[in-house]
């Protein structure tokens, strides 16, 4: 007979792996991989907490494959990911915002995962203590071409890339983790989307969301409007069409945006609406990378019964062909992707 719960059950990211692992949803090798990288955003949490004290604001002096300034704590955050992931010895390759290409893991003897992920996204709002956040997927290589170009970095990439094509089907986990008044670590395995937040008496996550359902629509859009004279015209539509009033019953909407796509996420996922980074004439693939960024955020809102779209297509549709390859990103409550869908896929 199942144990009765004690009032005192407390349900933790270690123990929710074990109980999805004795169901059946995942095997033993990823769930490894997924607590490696709940140790990382532990030790990220605690390093952006004291960033002001322990002289980890600023900038690192270089710049990154992107062309972006690097933070002294996008380095460290991406070391502290690469070590979690390598010293669990299940991940087979990592690529990274931070990395120019990915990386094998020498140290990896079974499961053999491709993790994904941008260790610090949106840094440049450290200094102001404004949230940050870790994005990760875990893509699970395939049998047509494993992984075992490790010695070539060129062929390495293009198989870790291949690997994770219709990452829809490769990606079995997305999650990112929020580091902000409190530090939420946000998960999917494809059976829902589920939240647990930092206790930092034990030093544990605590489920405190057991099954994250985005509202169906929402009243708030959180997209960088200083790009608006920038935007195709099918959107500049769309964004005039949310500002008529008289549209919406004479409520209009409020626009949030804080400049870190984990915060802007989250609120959306749990508060209803839409995040927007559309592609503009400057960059026609928009900002936001596709393998770590936009994808793993699109399986998570749909898994939480909302969509993620690159205004012409379901995101986790598109084939990757670069590991840093950008796409355009819609993403939020379904019935407010379809609104925005009804303008950007008109022939
Ligand atoms: P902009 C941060 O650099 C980031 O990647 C996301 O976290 C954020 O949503 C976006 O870029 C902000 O970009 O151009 O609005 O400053």
Request: net charge negative.
């Amino acid at each position: 007979a199942a144990a009765k719960s004690s009032q005192y059950e407390l349900f933790t990211l270690t123990t929710w792996l074990l109980k999805e692992e004795m169901k059946g949803t995942i095997d033993g090798e990823l769930a490894t991989v997924i607590s490696s990288v709940g140790l990382a955003c532990k030790q990220i949490s605690s390093l952006v907490n004291r960033a002001g004290i322990s002289n980890l604001t600023g900038v690192a002096g270089n710049q990154n494959v992107q062309g972006e300034d690097q933070k002294k704590l996008d380095v460290v955050s991406n070391e502290v990911f690469k070590n979690c992931l390598a010293s669990c010895g299940r991940t087979g390759v990592i690529a990274s915002e931070e990395e120019d290409q990915p990386v094998a893991v020498e140290e990896t003897y079974s499961g053999n995962y491709i993790v994904v992920f941008d260790p610090l996204d949106g840094s440049s709002n450290i200094d102001a203590g404004i949230s940050v956040g870790s994005i990760f997927g875990i893509y699970e290589p395939s049998e047509e071409c494993p992984l075992d170009a490790m010695d070539d970095p060129q062929k390495m990439m293009e198989q870790c890339v291949m690997n994770v094509c219709q990452p829809g089907s490769r990606l079995k986990c997305a999650g990112y983790t929020l580091y902000s008044s409190s530090t939420v670590l946000v998960l999917t395995i494809g059976n829902g989307v589920y939240g647990f937040t930092m206790d930092p008496l034990i030093g544990e996550y605590v489920l405190t969301h057991p099954n994250i359902r985005i509202p169906e629509v929402g009243k708030i859009y959180s997209f960088n409007e200083g790009n608006y004279a920038l935007w195709d015209e099918d959107v500049k539509a769309y964004m005039d069409s949310l500002k008529e009033p008289s549209k919406w019953g004479g409520k209009p909407y409020s626009a949030r945006y804080i400049g870190s796509l984990v915060g802007d996420f989250h609120r959306t996922l749990l508060y209803g609406g839409i995040y927007g980074y559309p592609g503009d004439k400057k960059n026609t693939n928009g900002k936001l990378r596709l393998l770590y960024e936009c994808a793993p955020m699109s399986f998570i809102a749909e898994q939480a019964g909302g969509a993620g779209s690159t205004g012409k297509e379901r995101v986790l549709d598109v084939n990757p062909e670069k590991v840093h390859q950008r796409v355009p990103l819609f993403i939020g409550s379904k019935k407010e992707v379809e609104y925005l869908e009804s303008f950007t896929k008109k022939q």
